[in-house]
């Protein structure tokens, strides 16, 4: 099928002075140009244009996209399969992100409790990753099935402030317990 400038811009939702500017600079150039000078697109344009917008919507730069598409070894199926891995780890980050808002609206209205580390959690995705290798370990190593670690997160998401208060209390008597066997050099048990 082919699309002129306009039904192609009215499809995707981006103006026509978008698809005529990508053209000027060589990032999606038009399948043909009409007698009339107008441009038209068919599929291969379209997957061309499919994969600017989900780079745009990473944050890549026109230029950035534009030496990408340019290279001889660009592989479309991997891009989108790049794109979808890229895509959902944008998914986790948000839905880490609406889960501490969700907790400090319950910790402003007295109703649970945080730790500092709590209210920036979304913004260390460094330790999100640090997390879910924590996890993969403990599953792998049959510590833990896939269904207890989920409903660990469930249970303490409910966590009241009397409930982190009594989790803080359990954890420092086991810190103080071993802190004294290893100065001691000795065993300990929790």
């Given at each position: ?18 698809l005529r ?22 599929e291969e ?146």
């Amino acid at each position: 099928m082919v699309y002129t400038i306009k039904q192609l811009a009215k499809i995707l939702g981006v103006s026509t002075r978008t698809l005529r500017f990508y053209d000027e600079i060589g990032l999606l150039k038009p399948a043909y140009y009409g007698e009339n000078q107008y441009r038209y697109y068919q599929e291969e344009q379209l997957l061309i244009l499919q994969q600017i917008l989900f780079y745009r919507e990473l944050d890549f730069s026109l230029k950035d996209i534009g030496v990408i598409l340019s290279k001889t070894s660009f592989d479309k199926i991997s891009s989108v399969q790049t794109h979808q891995k890229l895509l959902q780890e944008k998914i986790d980050s948000i839905t880490a992100m609406l889960k501490t808002i969700n907790r400090t609206i319950l910790y402003l209205k007295g109703e649970a409790m945080m730790e500092v580390e709590e209210f920036f959690y979304p913004m260390h995705l460094k330790n999100r990753g640090i997390q879910r290798e924590y996890e993969k370990y403990l599953i792998e190593n049959d510590i833990l099935t896939k269904e207890e670690m989920e409903a660990s997160w469930v249970k303490i998401e409910k966590w009241t402030k009397d409930d982190w208060n009594n989790f803080k209390g359990e954890g420092d008597k086991f810190y103080q317990k071993m802190t004294k066997a290893l100065e001691n050099d000795l065993t300990f048990q929790s």
